[in-house]
């Protein structure tokens, strides 16, 4: 097994713990999925990585694997 396989690995199991922890609560629900839509009959308040985002009352979120490119310095 390749180095970024045994830390993606790592960090899944470790982001696993985190939810599971949550989902404790009752207004926590906790799914797997590669794509969620999210509907509200309020208008929904959002940020992507820290950036406001159009409200709605819809929100669809989509996992792309290898969508971008990261560099990072050696």
């Known amino acids: 097994m390749h ?3 045994e830390q993606k690995e ?3 199991a470790e982001l696993d713990e985190i939810l599971q922890q949550y989902s404790a609560y009752s207004c926590v629900i906790y799914r797997k999925c ?3 839509r999210i509907v509200s009959q309020k ?3 959002w940020t992507l990585d820290g950036e406001p985002a159009k409200e709605g009352d819809q929100v ?3 996992v792309v694997p290898q969508a971008i490119q990261v ?3 050696k």
């Open 34 to 36: 590669k794509q969620v």
């Open 10 to 12: 790592k960090y899944s």
């Open 60 to 62: 669809d979120i989509e």
């Open 3 to 5: 180095k970024l396989d």
């Open 71 to 73: 560099m990072i310095p």
């Open 43 to 45: 208008r929904i308040p």
